[in-house]
């Protein structure tokens, strides 16, 4: 047990019998009142966030979750394989653990994987993916100079919206933290 000041942005806790990650943390001094810490959580298993407000004395379980690098291989129905770099161990992965990064993988794509124990907890996405774009209105020739958007549709199925002179067969960076066109890929 560790007390509440010890936590970090970003280390997992276990708190209430569940595992979470720490997103913001703040200290804060109201007035004439007494101090305390405001943290706000991400549950690890279901995604659903919560803040709680912590006095100083207050103690809570920091909990070491491990980071492998991992590679995608496949998906079957709602197990994903990864496949350790260094051993070639394949790992399956729950769809609810992988969450969100789902929009974003791709065969053969070396991602984080974060594990408590043997049990997978959270993917880590690289920050930016180069995706292909599948379906997209055709582009107007010379028209760079507006940041006038239209959607499109990407290879694994993300719908975003790029520029009007990214056409059909392009390969696009996304951004994996906001789900937004970067740039052309190169």
Same mark, same amino acid.
């Given at each position: 047990?560790?007390?509440? /000041?010890e936590?970090?942005?970003?280390?997992?806790v276990?708190?209430?019998?569940?595992?979470?990650?720490?997103?913001?943390?703040?200290?804060?001094?109201?007035?004439n009142?007494?101090?305390?810490?405001?943290?706000k959580?991400? /549950?690890?298993?279901?995604?659903?966030?919560?803040?709680?407000?912590?006095?100083?004395?207050?103690?809570?379980?920091?909990?070491?979750v491990?980071?492998?690098?991992?590679?995608?291989l496949?998906? !079957?129905?709602?197990?994903f394989?990864?496949? !350790?770099?260094?051993?070639?161990?394949q /790992?399956?992965? !729950?769809?609810?653990?992988?969450g !969100?990064a789902?929009?974003?993988?791709?065969d053969?794509?070396?991602?984080?994987?974060?594990?408590?124990g043997?049990?997978?907890?959270?993917v880590?996405?690289p920050?930016?993916?180069?995706?292909?774009?599948?379906?997209?209105?055709?582009?107007?020739?010379?028209?760079?100079?507006?940041?006038?958007l239209?959607?499109?549709?990407?290879?694994?199925g993300?719908?975003?919206?790029?520029?009007?002179?990214?056409?059909?067969?392009?390969?696009?960076r996304?951004?994996?933290?906001t789900?937004?066109?970067?740039?052309?890929?190169?």
């Amino acid at each position: 047990m560790a007390q509440v /000041n010890e936590i970090t942005r970003g280390c997992f806790v276990r708190y209430k019998g569940e595992l979470l990650q720490v997103l913001e943390y703040e200290h804060r001094t109201p007035g004439n009142l007494r101090a305390f810490y405001q943290v706000k959580f991400r /549950n690890v298993r279901n995604g659903r966030l919560a803040e709680e407000r912590f006095r100083p004395s207050d103690e809570i379980e920091i909990v070491r979750v491990e980071r492998r690098e991992q590679q995608f291989l496949y998906r !079957d129905g709602t197990l994903f394989y990864f496949m !350790d770099i260094n051993t070639y161990e394949q /790992n399956p992965v !729950d769809e609810v653990v992988v969450g !969100d990064a789902v929009k974003y993988l791709k065969d053969g794509m070396v991602v984080f994987v974060h594990y408590d124990g043997d049990e997978a907890v959270m993917v880590e996405l690289p920050p930016n993916v180069d995706l292909e774009v599948t379906y997209t209105e055709p582009g107007i020739q010379g028209d760079t100079a507006t940041r006038t958007l239209k959607p499109a549709t990407l290879e694994t199925g993300l719908e975003v919206r790029v520029p009007l002179f990214i056409n059909i067969g392009d390969v696009v960076r996304i951004d994996t933290r906001t789900g937004e066109y970067v740039s052309r890929a190169k």
